[in-house]
């Protein structure tokens, strides 16, 4: 069982913003975003999502084309034809696009949909677009007519209608995402952007792997939590999980402890917040703590550690183990001094 990538290429800024959209989209989106463990770029496909196992791909064709005509939207779905009559298993084909023209709809109120959404003139007009590049592609000699009719039936159609900052909120778990500006938000989309980008600086091209997971030698890939990662480093101001120094209004709390003992709990407290974001089970908790600590900090002046803790977890009582009371001083110190 082998797999070859074929056309893969360096894209331009702006195929690279709908890119950064179809990434958000499969981590943040879907009812099965849980799912997807890392997400590949321009290997598969130019974007696609990868399960814990590696044996499940979501394959996305992602195209910025404004008033895509049927015949090209059937040629753009040559590259997930090709992936549906390959040896790995898909799970999903996806074509992530701009709104499409309402007359080539049955519901136009429809965002995602198949092709059981599209009206008969339009469908037949993307079924000679796909048997066209096919033909080119692939040539006469094998009859791919069934293999065609068996993949428009699989085919997704997601339709892109948010703007960029819209698709970083939804990976995060806040239920105010408005503690953060949009213009903050925006800016986190660039810096995903740009890391995705860096990621397709290299040349894999009729490079052929055995097993899906192969994928990740390329270093052409991000895993889901590296996204999440970033998202809440940035909304707290420093890299939560790589902090190396004693936040400055953490010593009162540890102010009474020898050297050795200092040194344990701050490594303990790293080691309890690492645990609580990277456990599914306890990710969300995370998540909401993190919204009250910063919804207070950005309305308030008080950088007493104890006095916040106090005042915003007076009856707190750890739903996760390791979510303990000082562990959450320590983010709450931590999350202050990014602020500042």
């Known amino acids: 069982m082998n797999y ?16 950064t959209k179809s990434l958000l989209y499969l981590i943040g989106k879907r009812k099965d975003s849980k ?4 997400i590949a770029f321009d290997c598969f496909n130019d974007v696609s999502g990868i ?10 064709q992602s195209k910025n084309e404004k008033n895509l005509n049927p015949k090209k939207i059937g040629k753009y779905f040559f590259t997930l034809f090709d992936n549906f009559t390959s040896t790995f298993d898909f799970k999903e084909f996806i074509f992530f696009c701009p709104v499409l023209k309402s007359e080539y ?11 059981e959404n599209i009206v008969d003139k339009t469908l ?10 096919v033909i080119r592609v692939k040539g006469t000699s094998i009859n791919y007519y069934k293999e065609q009719e068996e993949f428009l039936e699989k085919v997704i159609i997601v339709e892109d209608t948010e703007l960029d900052n819209e698709y970083i909120k939804t990976v995060t778990k806040f239920k105010k995402t408005e503690i953060k500006t949009d213009a903050f938000y925006q800016s986190v989309f660039q810096d995903l952007r740009d890391i995705q980008s860096s990621k397709k600086n290299s040349y894999i091209e009729n490079e052929i792997i ?7 030698k390329f270093n052409r890939h991000l895993f889901s939590k590296d996204v999440e990662t970033l998202i809440i480093s940035r909304i707290i101001g ?12 953490f010593y009162p709390l540890i102010s009474g402890q020898d050297m050795e003992d200092v040194k344990d709990t701050v490594q303990e407290c790293n080691s309890n917040l690492s645990r609580a974001f990277f456990n599914k089970n306890s990710n969300r908790e995370f998540w909401k703590i993190c919204e009250v600590i910063i919804e207070f900090i950005e309305k308030n002046t008080i950088t007493d550690v104890e006095q916040i803790f106090q ?15 000082i562990t959450i001083k320590y983010l709450i110190a931590i999350t202050i001094e990014g602020k500042q």
Do not use: H, M
């Not at 070859?4 to 890119?19: G, L, Q, V």
């Not at 399960?51 to 996305?60: A, E, G, P, Q």
């Not at 037949?124 to 590049?133: F, S």
């Open 105 to 115: 709809k049955i519901d136009d109120k429809l965002n995602t949909y198949g092709i």
């Open 51 to 60: 399960n814990k196992k590696s044996d499940k791909i979501w394959d996305i």
């Open 210 to 216: 055995t097993n899906i997971k192969d994928v990740l």
């Open 124 to 133: 037949t007009r993307i079924k000679n677009g796909l048997n066209k590049e």
């Open 35 to 38: 799912e997807v463990e890392y």
């Open 4 to 19: 070859t990538f074929k056309n893969t290429e360096i894209n331009n800024k702006k195929a690279t913003d709908f890119e």
């Open 238 to 249: 420093c890299e939560v999980f790589e902090y190396k120094s004693i936040p400055f209004y």
């Open 311 to 325: 005042t915003i977890f007076n009856n707190y009582k750890p739903r996760i183990s390791y979510l303990t009371s």
